[in-house]
């Protein structure tokens, strides 16, 4: 099986040499980095690479370039997995990520040294699945909104719709909370319900139920 062709863009070249030096230790073939989203934009056309790893802020305003590019790529290659790292836990733009559907996640950049976690981010978001950081979660819960459209959830049924935020399939959030597969698959179906989400496709309709999570905490 052929390695995981990534495009990696950090303005910080120490934190990019390091990235770089992580990926290529854990079996992915690293073929462009980048320190500004106009060179990441021309290595992505150039190489066409499986996954794109980038900053939120690169120069030179260092405000939103790298999002501004992930928008772009998602146009122009779709099949292409995105991983956005930030310093902060910056809310709109996690939401913006989750909205534009499968193969995207948005890490804080402290996740990067527990390497294990973020290898698995970099796993299930090259698997085409989303990952949200816990940190923009704990943002979002502190603050909750007065019409609250979970209220009607259960503590356990919110508990599966945190997991599932953080990107988690079934099988995931069962192990973590010691059930069924089966039992989880219950409890997601009742979120849906519960959401009013339409019948529609289940890996979308799971996406609506994320930003409704999102949205209302």
Request: negative net charge; contains cysteine.
């Amino acid at each position: 099986m052929s390695a995981v062709r990534v495009v990696l863009a950090e303005d910080d070249v120490l934190l990019r040499a390091g990235l770089a030096s992580l990926l290529e230790r854990s079996g992915y073939e690293v073929v462009g980095e980048a320190g500004d989203g106009v060179r990441l934009l021309s290595l992505v056309r150039e190489t066409t690479p499986d996954l794109v790893v980038v900053d939120i802020r690169m120069p030179p305003t260092h405000t939103a370039e790298g999002l501004d590019a992930a928008r772009v790529i998602r146009e122009e290659l779709p099949g292409t997995a995105i991983l956005v790292l930030s310093a902060h836990a910056e809310v709109d733009h996690a939401m913006e990520l989750m909205a534009g559907g499968r193969a995207v996640g948005y890490l804080l950049k402290s996740r990067v040294g527990d390497v294990a976690d973020f290898l698995d981010a970099l796993e299930r978001v090259t698997g085409g699945g989303s990952v949200v950081d816990p940190g923009v979660i704990q943002e979002l819960v502190s603050a909750r909104r007065r019409n609250d459209p979970l209220a009607g959830l259960s503590a356990r049924e919110r508990e599966v719709l945190g997991l599932m935020a953080e990107g988690r399939s079934n099988v995931g959030i069962a192990r973590r909370l010691w059930v069924t597969e089966g039992t989880v698959e219950k409890h997601v179906r009742s979120v849906l319900a519960k959401l009013c989400l339409p019948e529609a496709d289940e890996d979308h309709r799971r996406v609506l139920a994320v930003l409704t999570f999102l949205e209302a905490r």
